[in-house]
Each structure stands twice: as C-alpha cells, then as structure tokens.
C-alpha cells in the first residue's frame, strides 16, 4: 500500500518553485497547437497562426506561473508582458488563463510594491486598449471597463485569499497563545501543590524535632518523616519536570487515591491530626478523576496544615456510581483560617470545573470545610 502520508510530506519539503511548476508545464502544454488555439480575445481582430513569437509570448505567460509564489511581484509583470505580446499579436492562446491565475496569485502573495504593481498593470491594460483600439478593435469603453473589472476580480480573490490567510495565521497565533497559558497554568498550579504540601509538611516535622532532643527514639522518628518527606518531594517534582520534556510520554505516575494514605501519613507526622476514611467501590475507569481527588485532599490538609495546625481533620472520599465525592473537615478553634490565600483553593476550583464536576469551600458550623464532586 501506497503511504500518502510520506510522499505528502516529502512533497511539501520541496522548494516551492518546484511545487508550482507542473501547473506552469500544465498550462504550457494546452497552449500547443496541436491541442487547439481556443483562448483568451480581447476584441475582434482575426486569430494569427501560431508562430515562433507565439511561442515566445506563451512561455512569458505560463512559465512564471512557477514562480508565483517565490515571486510575486515579478512573475505578474513577466505575465503580463506575455499576455500584451499574446492580445497585441492576436495569437489568442490558451496562455490569457495563466494570466488569470498570476493575477490572483499576485494578489495573495505580493507584499511590497503591492500599489506600484497594481498602478503598472493597470497602466498596461490601458496601454493595451489603445494599441488594439488602433488596430481596428471594435470593442468600445464600457467592453474595455468591463475587461478590466474582469482581471481586477481576480487580483481582489486573491487578495481576499491573502486576508483569510493572515486571519488564520492571527487565529493560530491566539491559539498557540491560549495552549502556552493554559501550560504555563497547569505546571503553576502542580508546583503549587507539590512544593506547598511537602515543604509546609517539613517544617512543622522539624520544628517538632526541636522539642524532642530528650527522647531519641521519638527524635529519630521525627528526622526519618521530614527525610522521607524531602524525598517524596524530590520525586514529584522530578515527575513535574518530566512533563516539560517535548519527549515526555505519560508513564501513569501521577497520584491516585490509593497515595492517600501516604499523604495522611505525612501530614501527621507533621503533628496534623487526620482520619481518612474511604466509602464505596473504586470505578473500574476514573480517567483524571482520581488524580484531581487527591489535588483536592492535598491541598486541604496543606491549609489545616498551615492555618489551623493541631485541629482534628476528617477527610472522606466516597466512591459513586459516575462520581468520586471529597469531603474534607477541619474543626476546632482557628480552623475558620484553614481557607489560606485562595491561590490553591481557586486552582482546585479551576481543576474540577474542567472536568464537570462541582467544588465549594468555606467556613462550616464547626471550622472549615472543602466539598468537591468530581465525575470519573
């Protein structure tokens, strides 16, 4: 089988000269005699037989039609020339159509001297009027205006292929903007996440080993928890740099639902008193789900953590039929300030919304609490 996908891309990575030109040799052969002499007439002289100035006048016609695009500007005046040879001659060849079309490339694809070009083919056409007018042609101003307004049709095409071109340059340009932020978004908010919980984490771990010089048992404890703490650390965000790498293939290492009991662990061992309890049967496909249910819990108890350390914490995660519902509850005195900046709730807000689901936090009757209904 014939890979179309290859010889397509080979032949878009030749020059584009080349990739013009069988259009240029196209048009080149219908004006041979031996398929016809049935052009393009301007006016009612009699067609002459084609001859070596013919021959001349076809090759400046359609010949630079493989240049229409590397060109512009030049290949049109060449054109032209060959057309005025053609009409003023009254060869009348087939040639008069690749004038047409390097008159709508010219209008898509010149870009400097895009006035003084317009101003020299105008000037021609008038020229070429009243050469034929001299000649005997019969044709009066409307016939000549309406000629013109003809040829100038297809400069406007052109020049309105031109513009859909620089909209959808524009479009792509806002895209490419959009998919950069969107990025640039998702990395802000995993390092938030990451870096926020496991430090936050290490420094109430250690500021716990500072009172526990007289128990060594206790202290080894503490120092192993912030060790293994920096080292989890360490790892994600590894995993996160992964992800800035243009090679990078997911390898399906971001955190489930099952790490939460880690992340229970830590927080802890950091003095945070947590009851995790888990209800329900796992979905057998949670797609994204689950690694936005523990962004959610993460970033909870980093807050409880933070702003409202010692307060008891509860965090229930229930399984549903097509959703995985969080519940997250920090009571006590103080836990009212378990909201944080905003900044990582605001993230997880964005988090679930993308993916359908439904996220609240706020002060409750006995401290503070983040719901999130996630879809899996």
Same mark, same amino acid.
């Given at each position: ?21 069988? #259009?240029?040799?196209? @048009?080149? #052969? ?26 001349? *006048? ?7 039609? /493989? ?6 500007? *030049? ?28 008159? @709508?490339?010219?209008?898509?694809? @010149? ?96 500021? /716990? ?105 509860? #965090? ?9 519902? @969080? ?42 609490? #983040? ?6």
């Amino acid at each position: 089988m014939i890979d179309t996908g290859a010889w397509s891309s080979r032949w878009r990575a030749l020059p584009v000269t080349v990739r013009d030109l069988p #259009v240029a040799v196209g @048009v080149f #052969v219908l004006c041979l005699p031996a398929l016809g002499n049935a052009g393009t007439q301007f006016g009612d002289l009699p067609t002459r037989p084609f001859d070596g100035w013919a021959l001349v *006048a076809v090759v400046l016609e359609c010949l630079p039609l /493989a240049t229409r695009r590397r060109w512009p500007a *030049a290949s049109i005046l060449v054109a032209a020339t060959g057309f005025g040879l053609d009409q003023g001659l009254a060869y009348h060849t087939v040639g008069g159509t690749a004038f047409a079309l390097g008159l @709508v490339s010219a209008g898509a694809y @010149v870009e400097r001297w895009r006035a003084g070009v317009m101003t020299a083919l105008s000037v021609s056409f008038v020229a070429l009027a009243v050469l034929l007018n001299h000649r005997g042609v019969t044709d009066g101003p409307v016939e000549w205006v309406v000629t013109y307004v003809v040829l100038a049709a297809a400069w406007v095409m052109g020049s309105w292929l031109r513009s859909a071109r620089a909209l959808e340059a524009e479009r792509r340009q806002h895209l490419a903007r959009a998919v950069r932020e969107a990025e640039r978004t998702r990395i802000a908010r995993e390092l938030h996440d990451v870096v926020t919980h496991h430090v936050t984490a290490m420094v109430y771990q250690a500021e /716990a080993a500072r009172y526990l010089a007289a128990d060594p048992a206790r202290l080894d404890e503490t120092l192993g928890a912030v060790t293994g703490t920096g080292r989890q650390a360490i790892t994600d965000l590894r995993h996160l740099l992964d992800l800035l790498n243009p090679e990078h293939h997911s390898s399906g290492r971001e955190p489930t639902i099952g790490a939460l009991d880690v992340l229970v662990g830590q927080t802890r061992d950091a003095g945070q008193p947590v009851d995790l309890v888990i209800d329900g049967v796992e979905a057998s496909s949670t797609g994204s789900g689950e690694f936005v249910t523990y962004r959610v819990v993460q970033e909870a108890l980093t807050n409880a953590l933070k702003y409202a350390h010692g307060c008891p914490t509860v #965090v229930r995660v229930s399984y549903g039929e097509k959703r995985i519902a @969080v519940d997250v509850r920090t009571t006590g005195t103080g836990s009212e300030a378990a909201s944080g900046s905003g900044r990582g709730l605001n993230g997880l807000r964005d988090r679930v919304e993308m993916l359908g689901g439904t996220f609240e936090s706020g002060p409750s009757d006995q401290g503070f609490v #983040v719901r999130a209904v996630i879809p899996a």
